[in-house]
């Protein structure tokens, strides 16, 4: 932060003696980026940091939700299906019953029928046995 780098006397030859590498740290701390520097590795390890957890959530995502929600949605398919067949079935069921009723109403109908014309045939013969019980005294 310091706009004027001072080399202390006697630390001249320090500076003349240093590798390249401790010469361009200097002159970065002079220049004032070594502090840039320093919050963009801090920024790159953040970054990381953050990548690591999108990744262990894609992670988490395609290994247990994905399989559970494929999973609930065979399961919903397949109650949907259950609920539409089951409404068919109560659908035919009233259907049969219906018919099962008719058939009992047409079979009592014939039976009052058949019951009146036996009853007039049972009066018929009633009237033939009387006729011929008349005939033979």
């Keep these: 932060n310091n706009p004027h780098f001072l ?20 002159v970065e ?9 320093t919050k963009r590795q801090a920024a790159i390890k953040t970054i990381d940091k953050k990548q690591a957890k999108v990744d262990e959530l894609n992670s988490v995502l395609s290994e ?21 067949n089951s409404a068919d079935i109560e659908r ?3 259907f049969v019953i219906a018919s099962e009723f008719m058939k009992a109403q047409d079979a009592l109908n014939n039976n009052v029928e058949g019951s ?3 009853e ?5 013969l009633e009237g033939q ?9």
């Design 7 to 26: 080399i202390m006397q006697g630390r001249i030859t320090k500076v003349l003696n240093m590798k390249p590498h401790e010469i361009l740290g200097m």
């Design 29 to 37: 701390e002079a220049a004032g980026t070594r502090m840039y520097e």
């Design 64 to 84: 247990e939700i994905t399989p559970t929600l494929e999973r609930l949605r065979g399961e919903k398919q397949s109650y949907l299906k259950w609920s539409k």
């Design 92 to 94: 035919i069921e009233r």
């Design 116 to 118: 009146a014309e036996m």
């Design 120 to 124: 007039e045939k049972v009066k018929e």
């Design 129 to 137: 046995i009387d006729a011929y019980q008349k005939e033979m005294a």
